[in-house]
């Protein structure tokens, strides 16, 4: 448990997750990862010499044809923090949506949601679980479907909610948790969603798994890769074709204006 601890202390302090007095509420899912930030922030706010406050707070998808509220509230009952819930339709909203990714319009919806109620009950941060394999999938997500190297940060500002988002789970591996779970006998919900498990997301799951499986080396550099600093050495980013356009004329000798030597 001491090691276990100690992971979540290092994210809080390298990242400067959490200051005296924060008002954190936890996007709790009701699934392993965000049960297991709950009972780890109960925990690090007991043990903290800054004192800062939390609160729970799950969407109901309306994904499954029961929300199991009881469960949830007394789950948090248990670690003293307030918890509380509201319906956005998800399935509705995918319906409707003109992007045929339904995670994004699902995670656009949820995160909205979490974020306006956060403001409205005057938190100042908003606790999420995203752990380590989700950041080195997200990075590889972003290279593989977007071209772009990019993943989510253990803190974010947002500067147009006013509100941060903190991921101390960050150092935790995905395999990590489900063991610490379940030592810890916390009974994650079942995902009731029918896009689970059959997401662009998954593929880069899997892909990272076999890769990991003939070598365990694949995935730390991965996620040494994610890391900003000298290792990074990349190409300038690409010139639009007028400023191509220009420095051509003006190697040849043109004028740029009159396109004449
Ligand atoms: S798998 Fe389902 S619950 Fe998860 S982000 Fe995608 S649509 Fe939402």
């Not at 699902?106 to 679980?129: D, P, S, T, W």
């Not at 974010?156 to 063991?179: A, H, K, M, N």
């Not at 892909?207 to 995935?219: C, F, G, Q, R, V």
Request: net charge positive.
């Amino acid at each position: 448990m001491k090691e276990i601890i100690s992971r979540v202390w290092r994210a809080i302090i390298e990242f400067s997750l959490i200051e005296a007095d924060d008002r954190i509420l936890i996007g709790l899912s009701g699934g392993k990862d965000s049960l297991f930030l709950t009972y780890m922030l109960a925990h690090i706010r007991r043990h903290s010499a800054r004192p800062f406050s939390l609160g729970a707070f799950t969407i109901d998808t309306r994904f499954g044809e029961t929300f199991p509220q009881q469960e949830l509230q007394n789950f948090c009952d248990q670690l003293d923090i307030p918890f509380d819930s509201t319906i956005v339709d998800i399935p509705r909203a995918i319906a409707q949506a003109k992007v045929p990714d339904p995670c994004a319009t699902c995670a656009y919806f949820r995160r909205g949601a979490l974020n306006r109620i956060a403001g409205e009950r005057g938190y100042n941060k908003v606790a999420l679980a995203h752990h380590h394999d989700d950041a080195v999938e997200t990075f590889m997500m972003g290279l593989f479907y977007a071209g772009r190297l990019k993943t989510f940060l253990p803190k974010t500002p947002q500067e147009r909610s006013g509100l941060t988002i903190i991921r101390p789970l960050v150092y935790f591996r995905e395999r990590e948790i489900i063991e610490n779970a379940n030592q810890l006998g916390l009974q994650p919900l079942k995902n009731p969603c029918p896009y689970n498990g059959n997401t662009k997301r998954q593929e880069i799951k899997e892909m990272l798994s076999n890769l990991e499986a003939k070598d365990p080396e694949y995935y730390r550099r991965f996620s040494a890769a994610m890391r900003s600093g000298e290792s990074a050495e990349l190409w300038p980013a690409e010139p639009d074709r007028y400023t191509l356009k220009g420095r051509y004329l003006d190697f040849r000798g043109y004028d740029k204006n009159t396109q004449q030597r």
